[in-house]
């Protein structure tokens, strides 16, 4: 499975980006997919979920973007979106998509870095105050 991720790039606080990652090869294994993000010097840290095998339904997104950031996916194209709004300049970072086979009933499982086995190659998001 590969993951090309884009729509990164400069906004001023407050205003709005649309990130996409879309994934190829062997799609099918995937179960679910999230985003990520590094800011400098910060450890990465879970920005949303989704998950992506049509039999189930499930997704969540960080305390901090609550409001704010949505994640959306589009199975016919294997492609998920984080439509980030109203952004802040502590949004900054690196922006990763990665996506995992595993399977996990607990929602929560997906919010950790080690559940997934495909990181995407990053996209940056600067937001200036």
């Known amino acids: 499975v590969q993951l090309q991720a884009s729509g990164g790039g400069l906004v001023q606080t407050g205003g709005s980006l649309k990130l996409s990652c879309a994934a190829s090869?062997?799609?099918?294994?995937?179960?679910?997919m999230g985003w990520f993000r590094q800011a400098p010097g910060k450890e990465r840290e879970f920005v949303a979920f989704?998950?992506?095998?049509?039999?189930?339904?499930?997704?969540g997104v960080a305390d901090s973007v609550k409001g704010r950031f949505t994640i959306s996916r589009d199975n016919s194209k294997s492609t998920v979106y984080l439509q980030m709004n109203n952004l802040k300049p502590e949004d900054t970072a690196v922006y990763y998509c990665?996506?995992?086979?595993?399977?996990?009933?607990?929602?929560?499982?997906?919010?950790?870095?080690?559940?997934?086995?495909?990181w995407g190659q990053g996209t940056e998001v600067t937001v200036s105050s």
């Open positions: 990665a996506a995992t086979s595993r399977y996990y009933k607990i929602d929560s499982y997906y919010r950790a870095t080690s559940t997934y086995n495909y």
């Open positions: 090869g062997r799609t099918i294994t995937i179960n679910s």
């Open positions: 989704i998950r992506t095998d049509s039999r189930f339904e499930g997704s």
